[in-house]
């Protein structure tokens, strides 16, 4: 079976600084990977997806994220992180058709 | 063009009741979902749909039934509400497996 593991749980950083998420999956054929973001009162939305191509995919506002197919790995990044970036983020996975497995998400709170 | 509606925003049930949590897409997806999101857990796939007529158990189907009679409706049925199935339910769509789900604005259920 398909599992997502997102390794931080709450990541509190000061605006300007750097940012990366894990996400690591389990699944041993092809997978197409997305990141979303849920801001606070808000639904789930798209940051980026990747499913074929450069393995370095830009979504919204400045994230950005490298598939490393060797470590079954999906990274999450953004140089300057803003006080608006603060939400909770999730990482997923679609392996075979309609069965979507989603980590259990990573809350970012930045203090301005 | 609304996106993914969802009905009702909040329900309490007691033990033992029934109800239908109802969504609707007009995007003309063939894909449609409903997870269950709980504190700190993530998103959790209940069941999925991947065109009218066909449905499939996701992680967590035990408790719930669907039904997809028709490509924009994809309601999600609690036949005996346990106080396990408290949590917020999220249905989402998609045009395809490659491509970004859609969320609905999610239904906060608590059962008493």
């Known amino acids: 079976a398909q599992s997502v593991s997102q390794h931080n749980h709450h990541v509190i950083l000061s605006e300007a600084a750097s940012l990366e998420l894990g996400c690591n999956y389990s699944?041993?054929?092809?997978?197409?990977l997305f990141w979303y973001v849920q801001y606070p009162g808000q639904h789930l939305q798209l940051l980026l997806k990747?499913?074929?191509?450069?393995?370095l995919v830009k979504g919204i506002k400045g994230f950005e994220a490298e598939f490393i197919k060797s470590k079954f790995s999906f990274n999450l990044r953004k140089p300057s992180v803003q006080w608006s970036d603060t939400a909770e983020y999730f990482c997923?996975?679609?392996?075979?058709?309609?069965?979507?497995?989603f980590g259990d998400g990573t809350t970012l709170t930045v203090k301005p | 063009n609304a996106g993914v509606t969802q009905t009702p925003k909040f329900r309490i049930l007691k033990i033992g009741q029934s109800m239908t949590l109802q969504c609707t897409q007009d995007?003309?997806?063939?894909?449609m979902y409903w997870y269950r999101q709980d504190p700190g857990m993530g998103l959790k796939l209940i069941y999925y749909?991947?065109?009218?007529?066909?449905?499939d158990k996701g992680e967590v189907p035990n408790g719930y039934n669907v039904s997809r009679s028709t490509t924009e409706d994809f309601p999600l049925r609690l036949e005996l509400a346990a106080p396990s199935q408290t949590s917020v339910y999220f249905c989402?769509?998609?045009?395809?497996?490659?491509?970004?789900?859609?969320f609905g604005p999610g239904t906060r259920l608590t059962v008493l």
């Open positions: 997923a996975v679609n392996a075979k058709a309609g069965k979507s497995t």
């Open positions: 699944y041993g054929g092809t997978v197409n």
């Open positions: 989402a769509s998609s045009y395809s497996n490659h491509n970004e789900q859609f």
């Open positions: 995007m003309n997806h063939n894909y």
């Open positions: 749909s991947v065109g009218a007529g066909i449905t």
């Open positions: 990747y499913f074929s191509g450069d393995p």
